[in-house]
């Protein structure tokens, strides 16, 4: 049975001496023996021991708590649980930090494009959010849609320049034409548009929304409400 001095075993848990003789004092760790001058000696169930003291005091638990574990049949088991429970609860924690830094990044995108905030709710928070990210998904499944399209469009024409067949690129244009519709429709049926000055969503007719002057997150349109014209916010909606 190895023997270790309370220096010792401070140095091997990575702790003061304080430290354990705050715990001897405590009854949570007694020496396993005395030296013929009187010094403790530490066995190597105490260094066990006196890690586990250190790993549930890192966790939160009171003395007691820990006074109450070691007196347990199986306290590895118990901490075992208690771990696993800390770790869900940082991941709860974590979600909830992303959360609030999603709120964040949403309010502060409101303000910088003029939107009106009329947040009432963490429901009216939550529903910013998730607009958010189903109008990025949108745009993402657009851009696809586009970029397939015009890879089509290139390939036929690189088919055309090097065999000297034309009629590929010919073929594939009703396609074209069609997928550029179908994005159009999809685009249009899934945004609306927030007025600056009444704060209603609203969508505005097709043909004005499809040459309004626009940046990559307002379109300047006339408010169905209010008739106000003005860089008008987009978000994600299927209804008005």
């Given at each position: 049975m190895a023997d270790y001095s309370t220096g010792e075993l401070a140095r091997l848990c990575g702790i003061t001496v304080?430290?354990?003789?705050?715990?001897?004092a405590k009854g949570l760790l007694h020496p396993a023996d005395l030296s013929e001058g009187g010094r403790r000696l530490y066995s190597d169930s105490d260094l066990r021991k006196m890690r586990m003291i250190c790993a549930l005091k890192t966790i939160g638990l009171t003395l007691d708590a820990i006074r109450g574990i070691l007196a347990s049949e199986k306290p590895e088991s118990v901490l075992i649980l208690l771990l696993e429970e800390q770790e869900r609860r940082i991941a709860d924690e974590k979600d909830a930090l992303e959360r609030q830094k999603r709120a964040v990044d949403t309010v502060r995108e409101t303000i910088r494009t003029g939107q009106m905030i009329t947040i009432e709710s963490i429901a009216d928070m939550d529903r910013m959010m998730e607009e958010k990210h189903k109008l990025n998904q949108l745009h993402l499944t657009i851009l696809a849609l586009a970029m397939g399209m015009s890879g089509l469009q290139w390939a036929s024409v690189i088919y055309?320049?090097?065999?000297?067949?034309?009629w590929p690129f010919v073929a594939i244009w009703p396609l074209v034409i069609a997928t550029g519709v179908y994005i159009t429709r999809m685009y249009y049926l899934n945004t609306l548009y927030i007025c600056p000055e009444c704060g209603a969503r609203f969508r505005p007719p097709l043909r004005e929304m499809f040459w309004a002057y626009h940046t990559p997150k307002t379109r300047k349109l006339t408010c169905t409400k209010c008739n106000t014209r003005g860089w008008c916010v987009e978000t994600y909606g299927k209804t008005e």
């Open positions: 304080r430290t354990v003789q705050f715990y001897d055309w320049i090097t065999t000297g067949i034309w």
